[in-house]
């Protein structure tokens, strides 16, 4: 017999479905993010059911939504892993940001807002002080976050939710190919460039510094030794 929603597949058969597609989904995306959980990883449903203690259906539906986004790579009777982009993945990523971003950089340039200047101002000024108390965790996470601001603040919906799907992806183009040799203090003067160019309202300046960040972050890439370290599945996921 089919199973339903019950103690056998790891729910109740009362669980609010789209509750628990949400909770597995934002813990394996968080891991993505937060550089936790490793490309070429195999995410077994079984286990990811046992792990969250949700339907079998539920680990499904985040899984699906996973490879929609890029994340994860779904192969028929092999089941999910985690994306391990190619070289050329990570060429055509860094291309579509481009082009994407410099519209957006242009647009605040042409806006000339004060207080998205000030917003940018101080998220600059956290990122700054996060890699000089020597958190390169949170003042990466800042890197990426600046970019996600810059977006969301252009005023275009349509440019911030492209944005924010290839800088979902960046974590694994990081983890699979290395940025060894881009520094922190790189990252935050070319982000402090930008923004005080964007307060010049000068957008072809604008698009300059962004295409020497951009180009910067593609020289540090290892495109030729994809990495891996040896962790359980759970260490990934849930480790804080």
């Known amino acids: 017999m089919p199973q339903t929603h019950s103690a056998a597949n790891g729910s109740s058969p ?7 597609d949400e909770r597995v989904y934002a813990a394996i995306h968080a891991a993505v993010q937060e550089h936790r959980l490793e490309p070429g990883v195999k995410l077994r449903e079984a286990e990811l059911t046992e792990l969250f203690q949700v339907s079998r259906t539920s680990v499904r539906t985040a899984l699906h939504r996973l490879a929609h986004k890029g994340l994860l790579q ?23 940001r481009w082009a994407i971003e410099a519209m957006v950089v242009e647009l605040l340039a042409r806006a000339h807002d004060a207080a998205t200047v000030k917003a940018l101002r101080a998220h600059a000024r956290a990122q700054e002080k996060a890699f000089k108390a020597g958190d390169l965790a949170e003042g990466h996470r800042l890197a990426i976050a600046f970019h996600r601001l810059l977006a969301e603040r252009c005023g275009n919906r349509v440019l911030a939710q492209m944005l924010d799907d290839l800088l979902s992806r960046m974590p694994l183009v990081i983890l699979t190919h290395g940025a060894r040799r881009l520094t922190g203090p790189a990252t935050h003067a070319d982000h402090t460039d930008i923004v005080e160019a964007i307060a010049a309202g000068d957008a072809e300046l604008a698009r300059r510094v962004l295409a020497r960040h951009l180009q910067a972050l593609r020289d540090a890439l290892d495109l030729s030794a994809p990495s891996a370290r040896e962790q359980t599945l759970k260490q990934m996921l849930l480790q804080r």
């Open 14 to 20: 009362h669980e609010p479905r789209t509750t628990a």
């Open 74 to 96: 779904l192969a028929p009777n092999r089941g999910a892993t985690v994306a391990k982009p190619s070289a050329d993945d990570c060429r055509q990523i860094l291309e579509a």
